[in-house]
């Protein structure tokens, strides 16, 4: 069964909302996850690092107060799309990392964002 | 700029026949991995190679990682429509934070 469970799968918004996708850890501590996103029938373009207690590091180019990154508890990861647009309209996908292994490495299956 | 350059991004062929798809870099990676990815789904890990030459398999699916870790390939043999998937290649760079970044993706259709 699936190890990172995120929710919610496909969320359709106005523009100008807010939406907030959870990644949560279901059997193990995650002191690190990672939050990506995807465009269609394009690869996964790694957005931040979500550490646990302690800020999220953001890929250059990313807007750190446009998609804030919560990482408050060793299984739970929080991301939130802020007054979103239609440009914002993607595939996200967190992952989280069991321990120090990168074997370790489960995703979660993603959240469809669609932005009218 | 892509730092892993994978190839063919797109890949059609017949079942029964077999392929190469090629993970190629500039860079050294401490390990790099290979995933497949359904649609409407996150990736899900197949393998990975750490050492510099080393070869894996996984049933009908070889994995090889080059000598100087820049570079990897995955093979197929007997290809079947339930190989149909995105498979992407994935490496965990040595310098720096700890992050993994992936490959462009390599779209593979087996036709029966």
């Known amino acids: 069964g699936a190890v990172v469970s995120q929710h919610p799968s496909r969320v359709i918004c106005k523009s100008g909302t807010s939406v907030k996708i959870e990644c949560r850890s279901l059997d193990f501590q995650a002191t690190t996850m990672f939050w990506y996103r995807q465009f269609p029938k394009q690869s996964l373009m790694l957005m931040a690092t979500?550490?646990?207690?302690?800020?999220?590091?953001?890929e250059q180019g990313v807007e750190k107060d446009k998609f804030l990154i919560n990482h408050a508890s060793l299984t739970l990861s929080t991301l939130t799309v802020t007054s979103a647009h239609p440009e914002d309209s993607s595939f996200y996908i967190c992952s989280a990392r069991d321990g120090g292994s990168w074997e370790k490495l489960f995703f979660g299956s993603g959240t469809q964002l669609s932005v009218l | 700029t892509q730092l892993l350059e994978q190839s063919p991004q797109f890949l059609s062929i017949q079942e029964g026949e077999n392929l190469t798809v090629y993970c190629n870099s500039s860079?050294?990676?401490?390990?790099l991995q290979w995933y497949r990815q359904e649609p409407g789904e996150g990736p899900v890990l197949l393998v990975t190679?750490?050492?510099?030459?080393e070869v894996k398999k996984l049933k009908r699916l070889t994995f090889q990682f080059g000598d100087a870790r820049k570079d990897s390939s995955l093979h197929i043999t007997a290809a079947q429509p339930g190989d149909t998937g995105l498979y992407l290649c994935?490496?965990?760079?040595?310098?720096?934070?700890?992050?993994?970044?992936f490959g462009q993706g390599t779209r593979l259709t087996i036709n029966p």
């Open positions: 190679v750490v050492t510099g030459g």
């Open positions: 979500s550490n646990e207690g302690s800020k999220a590091t953001y």
């Open positions: 860079s050294v990676f401490s390990s």
């Open positions: 994935a490496g965990r760079i040595i310098q720096g934070a700890q992050k993994l970044v």
